[in-house]
C-alpha cells in the first residue's frame, strides 16, 4: 500500500485482544498477534513494563524473531528522522509554550471560535438578545454556570484561565445590572444513572436548593439556567440509557420557568439532548455544546447583543432514544411510518422527525434567498455545473449565515438518501447587503455505489436544494444528466447530410460554404475548381 508511517494502538487495545475478544488467553499472546499484525506502538496508561516485558520473552522463547522487532522499531524512527525528531530533541523553552498558547491574537481567534459555534435554537418573541440596559436584575442557577471543567481535560488544554457563563455575564453588566446566583442542583444525583430509569423522589437538599434558584428567579427580570452534560455524562466509554437531561436538572428548569419570568436556556454538553419540554415550553435556548475557554465570555456577548449568534447543527437532535439511529443523511420515508393522528381515536403510534435537523440554526436576523441558477441545466457525467443564487439580510442587525446546499437523486437504481450536503458557505452581511454564492457540482456529488458495488453516475433528474438547514430549503432546481453516448447520437443526428459538386458558375462556388442542404456545386469533367 505504500504506507511509510507507523501503526499505534488505542488505549488497552492490546489487552482487549484476551480480556475481551477472547483472540488470545494472556497478555502475552495477545501481544505476539498484535505485533505479528502490524503494531508499532503500544499506546495506553499501565506500565511500559506490561508490553516491554512479554516481548522479551516471546524473543528469548522463539515466538517473535529479533527482525520482526528491528522492522517494528525501523518504522518509528525513519518517521522521527523525516520530521527532524532528533534534530533538536529536547524543549529548552518550556515557557515559550505558554507565551505562545497566551498570545493576544491567539486568545482572540479563541473566542472568536466560542461565539461563532454556539447555535441559536430558539427565539420566541425575540426574547434575546437582552436589553443590557433595562436589565437590572438577573437569575443565574444550574450546574453548568459557574463550572470550567469543560474546558479542561486530558483532551485538550489543562492549564488555561476559564471564563464560566456565570462569569461572563457578571462582566458584561458589571456596574449595570445586580446577579443573583445559586447552582441549582448538581450535574447529576446520587441515584444516576439509575434514576434515568427510576424516579427517585427529590430529597430534602435537592428540594432546598431548587427552592433558592426559584426564589432568586421571582426578584429578577430575567432568569438565564445553564444545563446540560460535562465529563461525568459525556465522553470515552461513557454512553448513555436516555438523552434527557441527567439528574434534577429538568426538575430544576420547570420549577424556573413556573415563576412565570424570562427563562433563557443555555446548554453545554457534548452530545444532542432530547429536550423536549423545554422546546415547547422555554422562550430562548442557546446550544453552546463545550465552548472553550473564552465560552463564558462569548455567551454573554450573544445574550447581550455584541454577537448575533449564527452557528449551525452539525448533527440531529432526536426527540427520543427510540429513535435511534437517526441520522442525517437518511433514506426516504424512513420517519413517516407509525401513523400521523394522536389520541384514543387516532392511528399515531410513535413520534416522527427531529427536534432539531441537520443544518439547524437561528439568528437576530433574517436572511432571503432568491435567484437561483443552474448552468448548464443539462451535464454529461464528466462535466460540472455551477449553481448561484443570492442571500440578503432582510433584518436590522449584522450577521451570518451558512448557505447549505443539497442535492437529491430523483429516480435511481438502488435506494438513495432523501438528500445529501453538496456545499456550504457561511457568509457575513450587514443590514440590506446581499452577496451572489456559487456552488460547483460535478461528478463526486453525483455518484452512488450500484449493485455492482461500482461508483457510478446515472443518467437522470437531480433536484439541487438551497436552504438555511435540511429542512429549511428555500430555493431549489433541477439538473439533469445525461448519458454522453446518447448525447453524442443525437449530436451526429442533427448534422445535415451535404452534397458537394463542382460547378464552373462562380455564383454558385461560395454556396458550398454556407453549410444548407440545399447547396449544391455542379461542374464538368475534369474541371478543377480551386477552393479558397
Known amino acids: 500500500m505504500g504506507f511509510r508511517g507507523y501503526v499505534v494502538s488505542d488505549s488497552d487495545a492490546v489487552e482487549y485482544l484476551y480480556t475481551k475478544h477472547g483472540t488470545a488467553k494472556d497478555m502475552k499472546e495477545a501481544v505476539r498477534q498484535s505485533v505479528e499484525a502490524g503494531l508499532n506502538v503500544r499506546c495506553t496508561f499501565r506500565s511500559p513494563d506490561s508490553f516491554v516485558l512479554p516481548l522479551r520473552e516471546l524473543v528469548k522463547e522463539g515466538g ?44 482572540a481567534i479563541a473566542l472568536q ?29 444550574g450546574p453548568n454556570a459557574n463550572e ?42 446520587a441515584h444516576w444513572p439509575e434514576s434515568e430509569i427510576i424516579d427517585y423522589p427529590l430529597t430534602d437538599d435537592e428540594q432546598a436548593e431548587i427552592d433558592k434558584a426559584v426564589e432568586n428567579a421571582r426578584q429578577a427580570d430575567v432568569a438565564i439556567v445553564v444545563l446540560g452534560g460535562g465529563q461525568r455524562t459525556c465522553g470515552e466509554n461513557k454512553s448513555r440509557t436516555s438523552l434527557d437531561l441527567p439528574g434534577r436538572q429538568l426538575q430544576l428548569l420547570q420549577a424556573i420557568q413556573a415563576t412565570g419570568k424570562p427563562v433563557v436556556l443555555i446548554l453545554i454538553n457534548g452530545r444532542p439532548l432530547s429536550i423536549n419540554w423545554a422546546d415547547k415550553f422555554v422562550p430562548a435556548i442557546l446550544e453552546a455544546w463545550y465552548p472553550g475557554s473564552k465560552g463564558g465570555t462569548a455567551l454573554a456577548d450573544i445574550l447581550f447583543g455584541d454577537y448575533n449568534p449564527g452557528g ?47 443544518g439547524y440554526g437561528l439568528s437576530y436576523t433574517t436572511f432571503e434567498y432568491s435567484d437561483l441558477d443552474i448552468t448548464p441545466r443539462v451535464i454529461t457525467p464528466n462535466e460540472s455545473a455551477t449553481v448561484r443564487l443570492k442571500v440578503t439580510n432582510t433584518g436590522k442587525r449584522a450577521g451570518d449565515e451558512v448557505v447549505q446546499l443539497y442535492i437529491r437523486d430523483v429516480l435511481s437504481s438502488i435506494t438513495t438518501y432523501e438528500k445529501n450536503l453538496a456545499g456550504f458557505q457561511r457568509i457575513h452581511l450587514e443590514p440590506d447587503e446581499a452577496q451572489e454564492l456559487s456552488f460547483t457540482i460535478d461528478r463526486k456529488h453525483l455518484e452512488l455505489l450500484d449493485t455492482d458495488m461500482k461508483w457510478v453516475v446515472e443518467p437522470g433528474d437531480f433536484v439541487l436544494m438551497a436552504g438555511a438547514s435540511s429542512e429549511d430549503i428555500r430555493l431549489n432546481g433541477t439538473l439533469t444528466v445525461e448519458d454522453y ?21 462562380p455564383e454558385d462556388a461560395e454556396n458550398v460554404l454556407d453549410e444548407k442542404i440545399n447547396t449544391a456545386w455542379q461542374g464538368n469533367k475534369e474541371i478543377i475548381l480551386p477552393l479558397p
Do not use: W
Open 485 to 505: 453516448q446518447t448525447r453524442a447520437k443525437a449530436i451526429e443526428a442533427q448534422k445535415p447530410a451535404k452534397r458537394v459538386s463542382a460547378s464552373t458558375n
Open 148 to 189: 470550567e471543567g469543560y474546558a479542561l481535560t486530558h483532551y485538550g488544554p489543562l492549564a488555561v484561565e476559564v471564563t464560566t457563563v456565570l462569569e461572563g455575564i457578571q462582566e458584561k453588566t458589571k456596574g449595570k445590572a445586580e446577579v443573583l446566583y445559586t447552582k441549582g442542583c448538581d450535574l447529576v444525583d
Open 312 to 358: 449551525k447543527l452539525t448533527v440531529t437532535f432526536p426527540k427520543t432514544v427510540g429513535q435511534i439511529p437517526f441520522n442525517f443523511p437518511c433514506k426516504p420515508s424512513s420517519q413517516i411510518d407509525g401513523g400521523k393522528n394522536p389520541g384514543p381515536t387516532g392511528n399515531m403510534s410513535r413520534i416522527n422527525g427531529a427536534l432539531y435537523p441537520f
Open 113 to 141: 471560535a466560542s461565539r461563532e459555534s454556539i447555535v441559536l435554537l430558539k427565539n420566541a418573541g425575540e426574547l434575546l438578545p437582552l436589553d443590557i440596559n433595562s436589565t437590572k436584575k438577573i437569575a443565574v442557577c
Open 64 to 107: 517473535l524473531s529479533e527482525e520482526v522487532i528491528n522492522d517494528r522499531v525501523r518504522d518509528i524512527l525513519r518517521v522521527k528522522f523525516l520530521i527532524g525528531l532528533f534534530d533538536a530533541p529536547y524543549q529548552t523553552d518550556l515557557a515559550d509554550a505558554d507565551r505562545e498558547v497566551e498570545k493576544e491574537e491567539n486568545e
